[in-house]
């Protein structure tokens, strides 16, 4: 049976234009006869029982976040929402501060309005989510994975947090803490296993040097501060997000200390006013100006990619798209 996906690869365009074409909504001229042609070529009949569900729901999504002040989400927002609008819908923001709770009542709110669909990093395997799917409505699940069949786009976040550890081994450091998120969230757990990983290739110790935080700059200023006051405090730190990465150079900061380029660079440890120097990995962008930035490793994310790859992903099944679940992983910039 044809699909609308099969009409979309004859035509040369997207499924959400051939949606829109088929719905009377405004397209270019060219693009419309592009799809007319196709749904006379393949003889396409469109599933008059899935349109008419659509039809009964709104042109708005939710876009359900942890935290709507990370840039980095701020940055997954913009980009969910330039698909979206081009497409004729709005974005409805909903921030949830990582409480399930909060998730659960946003996502039930989306199911009783009757939205469109929904964009969720969720703050753990909502059972929202499968309720949503059930009722066949349009889920894409981006940035922290779920045991659900649902379409899901990540980063391949065990590999950013090798890659933030390696680039610190590299340097020369050896006693590598990793300052992490809560342990109810994949991204944190993933991201923790690849900074594993790496001091595992290398012959390094790692037993005592993981600490789980909160997400936030409060998060990893409070793990550096209660590292550095080890008896035998580590040489370097792995941030695994952006906002913990602010925090640990809060806290040396605060201590009179800086980021380290190397070993070496650290003066036996001591940074200005005798306070100590690290090495700092941290996964993502430096998200406010801070000193001495051209010492961390850092490892860079396009959240605005992620956005963009799920909108599209949402369309497609808003479209018609009745293909398996898909799991994309979202390229990432080289570095560092």
């Not at 396409?44 to 708005?60: E, H, I, K, Q």
């Not at 290398?202 to 037993?207: F, H, K, N, R």
């Not at 440890?269 to 941290?282: F, K, M, T």
């Amino acid at each position: 049976m044809t699909r609308i996906v099969d009409v979309a690869r004859h035509a040369g365009v997207s499924t959400a234009t051939v949606s829109r074409v088929l719905n009377g909504k405004t397209v270019r001229p060219e693009l419309a006869a592009a799809v007319r042609a196709a749904v006379e070529d393949l003889g396409y009949v469109p599933d008059r029982t899935a349109r008419s569900l659509r039809r009964r729901s709104s042109d708005v999504v939710a876009l359900v976040l942890p935290d709507v002040e990370n840039p980095f989400f701020t940055a997954v927002a913009r980009g969910v929402e330039d698909v979206a609008q081009e497409a004729g819908y709005s974005v409805v923001l909903c921030n949830t501060d990582d409480d399930p709770a909060k998730e659960g009542r946003y996502l039930a709110v989306a199911e009783h309005e009757n939205m469109a669909g929904v964009v969720v990093a969720p703050a753990s395997g909502s059972p929202e989510i499968a309720a949503l799917r059930a009722r066949r409505r349009a889920v894409v699940v981006i940035d922290r994975r779920v045991g659900q069949d649902v379409d899901q786009v990540v980063f391949d976040n065990v590999a950013l947090g090798r890659r933030a550890a390696q680039a610190l081994v590299a340097r020369g450091f050896r006693r590598i803490a990793c300052v992490t998120g809560p342990v109810a969230t994949s991204t944190a757990v993933d991201r923790a296993r690849g900074w594993r990983e790496a001091l595992d290739g290398a012959g390094l110790e790692a037993d005592d040097l993981l600490v789980h935080a909160n997400f936030r700059v409060d998060g990893g200023y409070d793990a550096t501060v209660a590292l550095l006051a080890r008896p035998d405090p580590p040489d370097a730190v792995v941030a695994t997000n952006n906002l913990v990465g602010v925090g640990v150079l809060r806290a040396l900061a605060d201590a009179h200390g800086r980021p380290a380029a190397s070993p070496a660079d650290a003066v036996d440890g001591q940074g200005p006013g005798s306070g100590p120097a690290l090495g700092v990995g941290i996964v993502g962008d430096l998200p406010f100006a801070t000193s001495r930035t051209s010492d961390v490793a850092l490892v860079p994310l396009d959240p605005r990619a992620l956005g963009t790859t799920a909108a599209r992903l949402l369309l497609d099944r808003l479209a018609g798209d009745e293909e398996p679940a898909r799991r994309v992983v979202q390229e990432t910039p080289a570095g560092p």
